[in-house]
Nanobody, 125 residues
C-alpha cells in the first residue's frame, strides 16, 4: 500500500523557515493519478488542509498560508515538499503528508484523503 514518510520538522523562531519532506513510495498507479497534500493539526483542533498538488501540477493553498508556503515535488526523488517561510506561532502543529487517488478538489478536506504519513512536528515560537 501507499507509504508516506515525513521529515524536516523542528523548532524555529517566528519569521523563520522550514522545509518539510515527504518520501512517497508504493503508489499503486502513476503519480499523476494522485492528489498529494499537506495537512496540519494542532492539539485539540481538527486536522486542516494546508496545500495540495495535483498530478497536472496545479496547486491549492489554505488562505492562512498563501504567499508563505509552497508545495512542490521532485519526481526523480519521489518526494513531496512543503517550503514554509515567514512562519508564525499559529503555524505550530503536527504536519502530515497525505495522498488520495484522483484529482484534487477545490476545498482541502482531510476526509478525502486515504493515505497518511506519521507526521512531523513544527513548533514556532
Amino acid at each position: 500500500h501507499v507509504q508516506l514518510v515525513e521529515s524536516g520538522g523542528g523548532s524555529v523562531q517566528a519569521g523563520g523557515s522550514l522545509r518539510l519532506s515527504c518520501e512517497v513510495a508504493r503508489l499503486t498507479y502513476e503519480r499523476f493519478m494522485y492528489c498529494m497534500g499537506w495537512f496540519h493539526q494542532a492539539p485539540g483542533k481538527e486536522r486542516e488542509g494546508v496545500a495540495t498538488l495535483s498530478g497536472d501540477g496545479s496547486t491549492t493553498y489554505a488562505d492562512s498560508v498563501k504567499g508563505r508556503f509552497t508545495i512542490s515535488q521532485d519526481n526523480v526523488k519521489n518526494t513531496l515538499y512543503l517550503q514554509m517561510n515567514s512562519l508564525k506561532p499559529e503555524d505550530s502543529a503536527m504536519y502530515y503528508c497525505a495522498a488520495r487517488f484522483g484529482g484534487c478538489r477545490a476545498d482541502i478536506s482531510a476526509a478525502d484523503f486515504g493515505y497518511w504519513g506519521q507526521g512531523t512536528q513544527v513548533t514556532v515560537s
